[in-house]
């Protein structure tokens, strides 16, 4: 057996389209049986990877390995790779058994293989009690599942997701993206996985490649990249966080608005007078009518609005001419009202501090300013 089956390499990968650069010099390794994602913004050079890896692109440079092999050149159906669109792609006048077995049928398997393989993969995805219907008397949630049944039935060694479940509703979504990771974790097979959805990359991934101008800005597990981001991008896209734009010093920032930081693990050491942003998570505030005996990492604000979310409070806090996002557990016994000035403030080790070298980037993308 190859030890490398499943496996994924890209070294310096760009692909242009005319004079547009899609992705930059991009390098990546997936390990055999992983499930990683593919996350970033629209125009980020995410499923342009998708498409090389699925051989429906070529890279004008670098060069791509998957299961240890070098497959520049190797159409699609000759790579042991299988691809789920968002659209599925469904062929209408077929039934769901005969969709699952088109591939099976094109590579000339005999029928008896077929019908067995067919049945296997029904059953993966709960599907079987539904063969004979056509796409048409499926449901958006029942229609992803055919997809990936016809995209697994040959067992590839990378299943290639293009974000699948983008035309699906918020509560179909979740319940689809818990049954994908319970199949993957099932199967062992590699899933490659496209979204602009951090949430969803969050809930799945085995490890998360956050992608900006077509290259890996970076790469880990979920709670390595939300808790250690290793930029102001990376921290501003995956989870919310409230930006201040300032100055270094010797122990954090002075925001514009004067709010004073104190930082005990800044992310990136900016010499003290340099341009930065400070950063500090919505969950990482603490709300009080009191005023701090030490207002360093602290700012007086007026709560303007109170959401609620399950289990989570959301107020909106307005410090000047600014917003704070702030939120607490519905357990918090403490209640403030639109109109009450109160206190935001934090724990040092929970302040972010980075360059300024992506804040044009990061505040122009941020909901709170």
Known sequence: MNSE????????????????????????EIKPGEFL??????????????????????????FVRISGEYVQGVPPYKRDVNTVFQHYALFPHMSVAENVAYGLRQKGVEKSEIARKVIEALDMVQMSKLAGRRPRQLSGGQQQRVAVARALVNRPSILLLDEPLGALDRK????????LKLLQSRLGITFIFVTHDQEEAMSMSDRIAIMLDGHVEQLGDPETVYEHPTSAFVAGFVGRNNFWQGTATNDGAVGSDGTVFVATRPEENVPTGQPALAAVRPECINLSAAKPEDIRNSVS????????????LQYVMA???????????????????????????????????????????????????
Not at 5 to 28: F, H, I, M, P, Q
């Open 5 to 28: 089956r499943g496996s994924v390499e890209l070294s310096n990968v760009t692909k242009r389209y005319g004079d547009v650069v899609a992705v930059d010099s991009l390098n990546l």
């Open 37 to 62: 994602s593919l996350l970033g913004p629209s125009g980020c050079g995410k499923t342009t990877t998708l498409r090389m890896l699925a051989g429906f692109e070529q890279p004008d440079e670098g």
């Open 172 to 179: 179909l979504r979740e319940e689809m993206q818990i049954e």
């Open 301 to 312: 604000a007026k709560v303007v609005g109170v959401s609620h979310f399950g289990d989570v």
């Open 319 to 369: 410090a000047g001419s600014r917003d704070i996002l702030v939120q607490v557990a519905r357990t918090n016994p403490a209640r403030f009202s639109v109109g009450e000035t109160i206190w935001c403030s934090w724990p040092a080790e929970d302040v972010y501090l980075f360059s300024a070298r992506q804040s044009d980037l990061v505040l122009a993308t941020s909901e709170h300013k």
